[in-house]
């Protein structure tokens, strides 16, 4: 197991934020994950589990221990005519592991192409994107007790996913340690063009293959959104709003501009990219930190940044986007504050 003292974070971040933490761990087992937390160094000590730090913004140096699960194992777990089961470590890349599924013809997490992140993040945050969300197919999440050092599973239904949200970014949140996610794909897949941007990147592609959706898919994202390998970004930052439809048509009706999305009976989404667009973001840069000039959803982080210059640009543009429009767009990403 990789343990060393003094780590530095800016590497292991996709902002690029300078930070450090007392311990970095990187078990590649669950017997490994269990080790390190019955070593009595670390009982004590502030915990913060870490993937690739794509939706992580550190304010200052992490005084604990960082854990990063780093197992990799794949297997099918179950099979039948229509489906099987995959078993997946927290530690595989979700790009890869999306890849993995669509070069073997397994259908369901092929809209998710191109996500920056580990498996073990996808059910924390339920994440999706096209139509898409981890929800659709995750079908128990394994996990490791961080009080206890005890093996646990959760079902997805049990998981209480919403809109970038489940368990483990409530009740259980700081508790677990991740191992295992197990994903339930399609053999005879039927594939997802009810996105607009696919639609359109695929009108002239008749039956288009799971192949078809991942290229169309990383072809829109690499439009669209920067290279965190070339300037520090976290894709999106905010969180869309859900809103009171009657609300959203009122908004609507004096700015016709805007798009709303169906959410739950008597709601709807609006587009955060719209909002802060609207009070003028999109595109600037104040000294360290700036949006991104096509996608104003996403903040970046430009050399020398802080994570707390970047924390005060968000507030602001929350601020900002609050009285304009009375309606609060809250954070996506993960701050993590000093210990």
Not at 70 to 98: C, H, P, Q, Y
Request: aromatic share 8%; proline share 4%.
């Amino acid at each position: 197991m990789i343990l060393e003292r003094d780590k530095d974070l800016k590497r292991l971040n996709t902002l690029g934020i300078s930070a450090k933490a007392s311990w970095y761990a990187a078990p590649g087992s669950v017997k490994e994950v269990i080790e390190l937390l019955s070593d009595t160094r670390f009982t004590e000590m502030p915990k913060l589990v870490l993937g690739s730090g794509s939706n992580t913004l550190f304010s200052g140096d992490f005084n604990g221990l960082v854990v990063h699960p780093d197992i990799m194992e794949i297997s099918i777990v179950d099979i039948t005519e229509n489906s099987l089961k995959l078993k997946v470590g927290a530690g595989v890349d979700w790009d890869r592991f999306v890849a993995y599924c669509v070069d073997r013809g397994w259908g369901g997490v092929e809209n998710l192409s191109g996500i920056p992140g580990c498996v073990g993040a996808a059910p924390v945050q339920n994440i999706g994107a096209y139509g898409s969300e981890a929800k659709d197919t995750i079908v128990w999440v394994d996990y490791v007790d961080i009080v206890t050092s005890q093996e646990r599973r959760v079902t997805a239904k049990e998981c209480r996913f919403g809109y970038r949200e489940s368990i483990f970014k409530q009740e259980l949140k700081g508790k677990t340690i991740i191992t295992f996610v197990t994903f339930e794909l399609a053999l005879d897949p039927v594939v997802n063009t009810t996105y607009a941007d696919v639609q359109e990147r695929l009108s002239s592609t008749e039956s288009p293959t799971l192949y078809d959706i991942r290229k169309a898919i990383i072809d829109i994202r690499t439009a669209k959104l920067p290279d965190p390998a070339k300037i520090g970004n976290a894709g999106s930052f905010f969180k869309n709003p859900i809103v009171e439809e009657s609300f959203a048509q009122g908004l609507k009706e004096g700015n016709p501009t805007l798009r709303l999305y169906p959410s739950s009976p008597g709601f709807v989404k609006i587009p955060a990219a719209w909002l802060i667009e609207q009070c003028g973001f999109k595109g600037v840069r104040e000294l360290n930190v700036g949006v991104h000039q096509n996608h104003a959803l996403v903040l970046l982080a430009y050399e020398g940044a802080t994570g707390r210059e970047l924390l005060e640009f968000a507030q602001k543009i929350k601020r900002t986007v609050k009285a304009r429009f009375s309606i609060d767009i809250d954070m996506e990403v993960s701050v993590t504050a000093s210990s």
